[in-house]
């Protein structure tokens, strides 16, 4: 069955980064694009960019441009995302989810806590 | 970009009834690009719809979405406590990905 499983909770200090991985299983992994998309406390689903996991093109959110980047290892079915300088404002749980069709989110991550606090 | 608005904020309803949760956007755009997710506390959200009509994989009957242009709706026939949650509707056009803010579908 299809599964997409993220690494674990992590907290780190303000103008740190973070790097988060998404490893798939249960379908061929360079077929279908990856998303990532953060939701904050108590907030709604914010789109941060997604990755093409056949030529590693991606396509981010305007608001996020300059500090975030996806990458992905096919050997390992694995996507990554990167995100840089980090505020308190980035402190979210951020999930990686597969793209289906024409770009909704067929699977998801069960989800990754960043808590960025000093 | 587009704005998706989502109302009411709140719904309470009891296992059952029939809920129709609402979703607008700023200006017009295709069916194609329009989704549905729940969401229920401490998960990942599950997609429920996908190109405003089409049940995605699982999704029971009781589910269907409706609307065009600006105005598309999620109905869900007959409640099951399993449909208490949050649901999210979803823009995926290709210069404006967005999510509306959410409506909470609480028992009554």
């Known amino acids: 069955q299809v599964q997409l499983v993220q690494s674990g909770a992590i907290m780190k200090k303000p103008g740190a980064s973070v790097n988060i991985s998404c490893r798939a299983s249960g379908y061929p992994f360079t077929m279908f694009v990856i998303s990532w998309v953060r939701q904050g406390p108590g907030q709604g689903l914010e789109w941060m960019g997604w990755?093409?996991?056949?030529?590693?093109?991606?396509d981010y959110a305007h608001n996020l441009q300059g500090r975030v980047t996806m990458t992905t290892d096919t050997s390992t079915n694995t996507a990554y995302m990167e995100v840089r300088s980090l505020t308190s404002d980035d402190t979210a749980v951020y999930y990686c989810a597969r793209t289906h069709g024409v770009g909704d989110f067929d699977f998801w991550g069960q989800g990754t806590l960043v808590t960025v606090s000093s | 970009e587009i704005v998706l608005t989502q109302s009411p904020g709140t719904l309470s309803l009891s296992p059952g009834e029939r809920a129709t949760l609402s979703c607008r956007a700023s200006q017009s755009v295709s069916s194609t690009y329009l989704a549905w997710y729940r969401q229920k506390p401490g998960q990942a959200p599950r997609l429920l719809m996908y190109g405003a009509y089409t049940r995605a994989t699982g999704i029971p009957a009781r589910f269907s979405g409706g609307g065009s242009g600006t105005d598309f709706t999620l109905t869900i026939s007959r409640l099951d406590p399993e449909d208490f949650a949050v649901y999210f509707c979803h823009h995926y056009g290709r210069s404006s990905r967005t999510f509306g803010q959410g409506t909470k579908l609480e028992m009554k």
């Open positions: 990755i093409s996991t056949s030529t590693g093109y991606t």
